[in-house]
C-alpha cells in the first residue's frame, strides 16, 4: 500500500517534469506541472523562507556551488579540484553530487535551497513547502546517482545526510507484524553503506546485504534494488528491507510500516 502511493506521487512528479518539457506544453496558460523558478512571479519571498526555516528547525541553507568560486577565482581552485576526487566530500557537500556528469549527459546544477534535514517533521516541512510554494524538490542521500537524480536545478533539497543514525537489533518485529522476532538494523536515510558495514560487520560481526562502494547512500541503493558481491547468495538489498518510515508527497511524516514487498501475512 505504501509502495503504491509512493508510485504514484513518483510518477506524478516525473508526468510533471515531462509537461513541462513536451512541445507544445508551453501553450496552456499555467500548466499543472510547472515549477516556480527564482525570480518568477509565485518564488517565495524572505519571510517565506524564513518560516519554512523555523519550521525545520532552523536547517535551512541556501546553496552555492563550490565550483562558482573557481569561476570567479581560478587560481584558488586547485584545492577545491583535489577535493573533488573525494567522494566523502562530494556526498557531504549539498552544492555537489559524486558523479558531476556521466560523458557529458547532464550538468550539475544545484538547489536553491536545502533543508539540512534530521528528523521525519524537516522532511514533511519541505515537503509542504515545496507543495505550496509549486517548488522542483529533490533529496539527496549518498548524492550517487550516475543519472543525477539527486540534482535539480533551482529546487529546494531534501538533504538527508545528516540523519545518519544506525541501530542493530537482536530481535527486531517490522511495526504490525506478529512474526518471530529476526537479528535488524534500522538505518537512518543520510546514512552510506560505509557506516553500516562498520556498525554491522565490523562491531557486530553480522553479514548485511547493500553495495560494493562505502560512499554509496542506503535509501538510494535500496530503493534501485541493490546489488552486492554477495547478491547471488542473500538477494537484493531491497529483498531484506522489513520496514521503512516514509514521507508521503502530501507531506505526512509516518510511523515505520512494515515493507510492501515483505508484508506480515505474505510469507
Ligand atoms: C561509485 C558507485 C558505486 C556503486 N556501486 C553499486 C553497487 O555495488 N551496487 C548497486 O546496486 N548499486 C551501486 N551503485 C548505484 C547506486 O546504488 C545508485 O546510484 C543509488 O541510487 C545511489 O544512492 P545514493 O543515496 O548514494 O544517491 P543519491 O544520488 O543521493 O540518490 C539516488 C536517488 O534516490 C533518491 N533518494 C535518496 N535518498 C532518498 C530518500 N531517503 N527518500 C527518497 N528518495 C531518496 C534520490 O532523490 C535519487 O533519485 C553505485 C553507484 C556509484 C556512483
Not at 499555467?30 to 524564513?50: I, K, L, S
Not at 543519472?147 to 537489533?169: F, P, Q
Not at 553495495?211 to 530503493?223: E, I, K, N, P
Not at 521503512?244 to 515493507?259: I, L
Request: aromatic share 8%.
Amino acid at each position: 500500500m505504501i509502495r503504491r502511493h509512493w508510485l504514484r506521487a513518483a510518477i506524478a512528479a516525473i508526468c510533471g517534469l515531462f509537461a513541462a518539457r513536451l512541445p507544445g506544453a508551453g501553450l496552456a496558460a499555467d500548466p499543472p506541472g510547472n515549477r516556480v523558478r527564482p525570480g518568477e512571479p509565485g518564488w517565495p519571498d524572505a519571510a517565506a523562507w524564513e518560516r519554512l526555516n523555523r519550521a525545520a528547525g532552523g536547517r535551512l541553507l541556501a546553496v552555492r556551488s563550490p565550483l562558482e568560486a573557481c569561476r570567479e577565482a581560478p587560481a584558488g581552485c586547485v584545492r577545491l579540484f583535489e577535493s573533488l576526487r573525494n567522494p566523502y566530500y562530494l556526498g557531504d557537500e549539498p552544492g555537489l553530487t559524486q558523479t558531476l556528469g556521466w560523458v557529458d549527459a547532464w550538468t550539475l546544477r544545484p538547489s536553491a535551497y536545502a533543508v539540512a534535514a534530521q528528523t521525519a517533521g524537516d522532511v514533511a516541512a519541505a515537503v509542504d513547502f515545496a507543495h505550496e510554494h509549486r517548488l522542483r524538490l529533490v533529496v539527496k542521500g549518498g548524492g550517487h546517482s550516475y543519472k543525477g537524480a539527486s540534482n535539480a536545478a533551482d529546487s529546494l533539497l531534501v538533504w538527508t545526510r545528516a540523519m545518519n543514525a544506525i541501530e542493530v537489533h537482536d530481535d527486531f518485529v517490522p511495526a504490525g507484524c506478529a512474526e518471530a522476532p529476526v537479528p535488524a538494523v534500522s538505518v537512518g536515510a543520510g546514512a552510506i553503506w560505509g557506516q553500516v558495514y562498520d556498525a554491522v560487520t565490523t562491531r557486530v560481526g553480522r553479514y548485511v546485504q547493500g553495495g560494493g562502494c562505502l560512499t554509496v547512500g542506503v535509501a538510494g541503493l535500496v530503493q534501485a534494488g541493490g546489488f552486492g558481491s554477495f547478491s547471488k547468495a542473500y538477494g537484493l538489498a531491497a529483498a531484506s528491507l522489513l520496514e521503512a518510515e516514509v514521507v508521503t508527497a502530501d507531506g505526512a511524516a509516518g510511523s515505520p510500516m512494515p515493507a510492501p514487498i515483505r508484508t506480515c501475512s505474505g510469507r
